[in-house]
């Protein structure tokens, strides 16, 4: 028999994130097929109602304190540390979010156990844990196992369906009474997203640009577009960052999830970050120079071209089209 | 304040990427390096800090292609200082890379105070742990804190306060005491850029220091199995033809899906 699988349940403002399920879902499976125990820790303030979600794991551990509202990676690697050691834990799953970031690297120095980032898919083969990461902002993917099957493991958001993690069983919850560490590092307030013009997340139709589109005059050109389509324009991180559009038009990790009737994206690579929150649209159109960008995995219809070759003779044609 | 950046060149993804023989590293022939992205923006925080609340910039790298290139135009974007650690560090990975940077303390290159902020990229695309950031902090025995956008500094308290990402555009304020270790996500401000005939003229006048650093016994983490690409022309039909034939067959699509009218 192995030794126990964990999952570090991930919630953010009293709700529980997707990415918990994922891990639950995919930690399920592994268990089963390596006939060891799944266990799921949750550590925070007033959140027993997110540990009674958890019932596919055959334990919920909670740790419920007034400290560990927003505990920094420091205070969760050393609760970590002491549940895995206390219950012996030989693989750890993470998310792979902005929320857990640092936990992952800090909990396998303290451990000495390997840590793998970007993990895309887990599997069992001859008793043994295998794991696919996706490297090079998803150009790549590396398969690698895991010596004893003991790692940490930081699982990339949208790898495994959440429902797969979802039961209706009920949670076998048992409160942790750990010693909480004073954190050096204070979480002083929320800051709220600024509100824009247009919640990109309510538009049935967005056009979205990335780097391919070069620079920031070019966007008017994108603008036509979305006008002439009814919808409009959003970004990925690169052209938010070079300050072209505002922050609340980026799509991905950091940015909204979006699920558009229509996400028409211009110059957009795909890389992870980006695909993670817009994989779900209806329908997925893509133009790019690269035949080999990874947005075309996750499009409907591609289009291998520069995006200043077609967009002239779309807006007309549209136009024509409409009024015709 | 003491600013410490530390850069690292990754492949240039814009490249076609080519598996090795060996199948499980990339064919290095091929590649083009280039700043990684997070760090591109970690070296202009520092820069808007050192402008708004004084201070020095010390910038610092491992030896690689085009390396110099990137070092010299940190100092023409106001770096005062630029470090090379000279070596081969093909196949070096994050845990390393940390021990490798802590080193530049512990040999008493870079002073390590009460004043010192140490800024890296939040993330990495080119290793299996991805993140340099939490590790450094962990050798440092400093607090940390990733996916940073914005920094203000409290010189006389000694301390940083900083906004964090979250997801949906939520972000959190923090307060960490220095020395600190911060993997940035986003620069306040996009990346400035330096016209090529400043960097050749820093170029003549400044200079980069090598700093000799033995480097770690291990540098490598888990044996890779293999490395391949992912299906990616599997899902997508691919429309071919004129600019005129394709918008036309994309206005057929969206008509059959009721996404355009007349």
């Given amino acids: ?40 820790v949750v550590f925070g303030k007033d959140i027993v109602p997110v540990a009674s979600h958890m019932g596919i794991a055959d334990s919920v551990f909670v740790l419920d304190h007034p400290q560990l509202d927003m ?102 919850i048992e409160m942790l009474d750990l010693r909480v560490e004073e954190s050096k590092i204070i979480f002083n307030k929320y800051i709220e997203p600024e509100a824009g013009d247009i919640d990109i997340t309510k538009q049935d139709i967005l056009v979205s ?82 035949s080999s960008a990874p947005i075309f995995g996750v499009s409907h219809y591609g289009i291998c071209a520069d995006l200043f070759d077609i967009l002239p003779t779309l807006i007309e044609e549209i136009k024509t089209h409409k009024s015709g | 304040m003491d600013i410490v950046v530390f850069l690292k060149m990754v492949p240039d993804v814009v490249e076609e990427l080519v598996i090795g023989e060996d199948g499980k590293s990339l064919d290095t022939q091929s590649l083009r390096m280039r700043l990684s ?15 708004k609340f004084g201070g020095t910039v010390a910038v610092v790298a491992m030896e690689a292609p085009e390396v110099e290139e990137v070092l010299f135009t940190a100092r023409a974007k106001g770096a005062d200082r630029a470090v090379k650690l000279p070596g081969d560090w093909t196949g070096i990975q994050a845990p390393a890379i940390a021990k ?36 450094l902090a962990e050798i440092l025995g ?29 972000r959190g304020e923090f307060e960490l005491p220095l020395p600190a270790v911060l993997g940035i996500q986003a620069a306040e401000k996009p990346p400035r850029y330096i016209p090529v005939a400043k960097v050749r003229s820093i170029m003549k006048s400044a200079r980069i220091e090598t ?10 983490g888990l044996p890779v199995d293999r490395l391949f690409m992912p299906e990616v022309a599997g899902k997508a039909e691919m429309l071919e033809g004129s600019a005129a034939e394709v918008s036309a067959r994309m206005i057929e699509i969206l008509a059959e899906r009721g996404l355009i009218g007349r």
């Fill in chain 1, 209 to 290: 640009v990335g780097r391919g589109i070069a620079n920031a005059d070019n966007i008017a050109m994108v603008e036509e577009l979305a006008n002439v389509l009814g919808g409009a324009v959003c970004a990925s991180r690169p052209v938010i960052d070079q300050g072209w559009l505002p922050l609340s038009r980026q799509v991905g990790k950091s940015g909204m999830t979006v699920k558009p009737k229509l996400y028409l994206s211009l110059g957009v690579s795909g890389a992870p970050e980006h695909v993670e929150g817009m994989k779900d649209s209806g329908l997925i159109i893509s133009i790019n120079t690269d």
């Fill in chain 2, 211 to 220: 700093v000799e650093i033995s480097p770690p016994e291990i540098v490598s």
């Fill in chain 1, 71 to 172: 505990p920094s990676p420091d205070v969760v690697a050393a609760l970590l540390k002491t549940l895995i050691e206390q219950k012996n834990v030989s693989l750890v799953l993470i998310g792979g979010t902005n929320v857990s970031t640092g936990i992952g690297p800090k909990l396998s120095f303290r451990l000495n156990l390997p840590f793998v980032n970007f993990c895309r898919n887990i599997w069992v083969k001859d008793g043994s844990v295998g794991l696919t990461s996706q490297l090079f902002g998803g150009k790549i993917l590396s398969d690698v196992r895991l010596p004893g099957n003991r790692g940490v493991v930081s699982v990339y958001p949208g790898s495994f369906p959440p429902d797969a993690g979802k039961s209706d069983r009920k949670a076998s």
């Fill in chain 1, 1 to 40: 028999m192995q030794e126990p699988i964990l999952v570090l349940a991930e919630h953010l403002r009293g709700a529980i994130a997707d990415i918990t399920y994922e891990m639950l879902g995919v930690g399920r499976k592994l268990a089963d097929d390596l006939k060891a125990p799944l266990y799921s």
């Fill in chain 2, 37 to 51: 992205d997070p760090d591109e923006h970690a070296l202009e925080e520092a820069v808007i800090l050192k402008e």
């Fill in chain 2, 100 to 135: 490798l940077f802590a080193s530049l303390f512990s040999s008493g290159s870079q002073q390590l105070t009460a004043h010192t902020l140490i800024l890296l990229g939040s993330q990495a695309i080119d290793d299996l742990e991805g993140e340099v950031a939490p590790y």
């Fill in chain 2, 142 to 170: 400093a607090p940390y804190l990733g996916v940073v956008t914005g920094i203000r500094l409290d010189e006389e308290k000694k301390k940083a306060i900083v906004m964090k990402e979250f997801a949906g555009g939520l």
